[in-house]
């Protein structure tokens, strides 16, 4: 797919992506905003975000972000970036009345896609990564790169997780070519925390509890402890990582009220559980060794569902 081609004769162009956007949701709707807006003067690009956590303030053009939604207009085309349609919130509307939709994503569990057109790769690592491979390198600039980056950082784990390819590393390398800092970037988006998220992530550490032998843990942060730290819902970024990071663990759950019996779950596993799948059973979704979903019920009833489905596949799959 060519992402200039597809917007051929449009006048209007939006794109968004999924609720609470992650590394790789802000980065690669970022990049993409970037790139059609410098390559098509005179067509109106409009990018619509949910605030984007202050972890992403290295990234240029915030400001031309729409938080409010409040556009009011019809779109030529509009892209659907890391999301399947029903998770892009108020963005929503804006999709399903555009002339053209086009849904370029990477979950597994978005496999079939939700646009007109559908660019979805599973064995990729990022979002920004697959949009590097569908852009003219010889347009891309140093914004782009920074913002292609960032996406791809934050969806391989730094280049850890197993979605990580030999051509991934390729293309950051490229990417690092642009010359700007990409250690900053790593510093400043994926590791450095206010003192408040260290806080409510030593809350979150002490009152973890291992299962399954010590296969599985879980920590849950209501609202009452958000409330005492005053922290908010991106501020919880990071707890699953480093739940999974305790030596002799398979799979990590982590859970934050966000409204009376309603949890956000997070989880991350190794290649013994498939993540993705288990979040699926519960209307979520994700990647193999990431994803997330939300439930509903007591803590204990949210737990006991998904501890269920995480006992079938070890004992499936083995011993550790």
Known sequence: MNLLEECTGAASIGISTHIRPDGDAVGSSMALYLYLHRQLPGVEVKLFLETPPD???HLKYLNEIDSSFSYNGTFDVFFALDTVADRMGEAVPYFTSAKKKINIDHHISNAQGCGDVNVIKPEV???AEILYELMEEERLDEDIAMALYTGM???TGIFQYSNTRPETLQIA???MGFGFDFAKIIEESFYQKTYLQNQILG???TESIRFMDGRCIFSCINRKMMDFYQV???????IVNQLRNTKGVDCAIFLYETDLMEYKVSLRS????DASAVASLFGGGGHARAAGCTMKGSMHDVINRLSREIARQLEENGPC
């Open 232 to 238: 908010k819902q991106g501020d919880l970024d990071g």
């Open 173 to 175: 390398a490229k990417l």
């Open 270 to 273: 190794n290649e013994l559980v």
């Open 203 to 205: 809350r979150a550490l």
């Open 153 to 155: 950082i934050h969806d």
């Open 55 to 57: 972890n992403f303030r």
């Open 125 to 127: 690592g990022s979002t």
